[in-house]
């Protein structure tokens, strides 16, 4: 059987987009040790669920639908480089939600109930509402240029929006990289 590689995530409009990839180029200017995030790609991620069967597809995205359409739409803004797993030490660096860390917390924890039920194990980790920039690649080294750099966009405006759809999204890889596509979109309520 074949199956596809699922996650649900929010869009920023392009405007954020634009904002956030510019604070991409100036990290990938002093750092070729990270697979960066392509602009088109930039989202904020509710839940990764793995490896779905093809088949079994529509009715999670009908559980999904089911479970949060009811939900209110919110403004979403986006504040603070970082890294996990420290700012000194990042393995992957991020810009963080701000406004809107409440309702997207909210959405995921939703979605993990829905997810667990269907039979996928929760995140042993804290949901911290963010977008991903860059991962760094296997055996790669920050360094301290990078790092200064980070520390000065820790108060980084990333831009404001009003998130009204959750995305649904299938992830293929291929040699330039992932290739998100959406499977299914739910509006949000207002």
Same mark, same amino acid.
């Given at each position: 059987m074949a199956t596809i590689?699922?996650?649900? &995530?929010?869009? &920023?409009?392009?405007?954020?987009?634009?904002? =956030? &990839?510019?604070?991409?180029?100036? *990290?990938?200017?002093? !750092?070729?040790?990270?697979?960066?995030?392509?602009?088109?790609? *930039?989202? =904020?991620?509710?839940?990764?669920?793995?490896?779905?069967v093809d088949v079994e597809v529509p009715e999670l995205c009908k559980l999904i639908k089911?479970?949060?359409?009811? *939900?209110? !739409?919110?403004?979403? !803004?986006?504040?603070?480089?970082?890294?996990?797993s420290s700012a000194e030490e990042p393995r992957v660096l991020w810009i963080g939600v701000d406004e809107g860390a409440e309702p997207l917390a909210q959405l995921y924890k939703t979605l993990a109930d829905v997810l667990h039920h269907w039979g996928i194990n929760r995140d042993r980790n804290e949901?911290?509402?963010?977008?991903? *920039?860059?991962?760094?690649?296997?055996?790669?080294r920050w360094n301290d240029e990078l790092l200064a750099l980070v520390h000065k966009l820790r108060n980084h405006d990333g831009g404001f929006c009003h998130v009204d759809e959750v995305i649904i999204y299938s992830s293929f890889d291929d040699r330039g990289g992932p290739t998100y596509t959406p499977m299914a979109r739910i509006r949000l309520k207002g």
């Amino acid at each position: 059987m074949a199956t596809i590689r699922t996650f649900i &995530a929010i869009n &920023a409009p392009q405007r954020v987009n634009n904002n =956030v &990839a510019r604070v991409i180029g100036r *990290l990938a200017a002093l !750092s070729d040790q990270y697979r960066w995030v392509k602009p088109e790609n *930039l989202h =904020v991620t509710l839940n990764f669920v793995g490896d779905v069967v093809d088949v079994e597809v529509p009715e999670l995205c009908k559980l999904i639908k089911h479970a949060i359409e009811g *939900l209110k !739409s919110f403004d979403m !803004s986006l504040q603070g480089v970082n890294g996990f797993s420290s700012a000194e030490e990042p393995r992957v660096l991020w810009i963080g939600v701000d406004e809107g860390a409440e309702p997207l917390a909210q959405l995921y924890k939703t979605l993990a109930d829905v997810l667990h039920h269907w039979g996928i194990n929760r995140d042993r980790n804290e949901y911290v509402p963010h977008m991903t *920039l860059g991962r760094l690649v296997r055996g790669g080294r920050w360094n301290d240029e990078l790092l200064a750099l980070v520390h000065k966009l820790r108060n980084h405006d990333g831009g404001f929006c009003h998130v009204d759809e959750v995305i649904i999204y299938s992830s293929f890889d291929d040699r330039g990289g992932p290739t998100y596509t959406p499977m299914a979109r739910i509006r949000l309520k207002g």
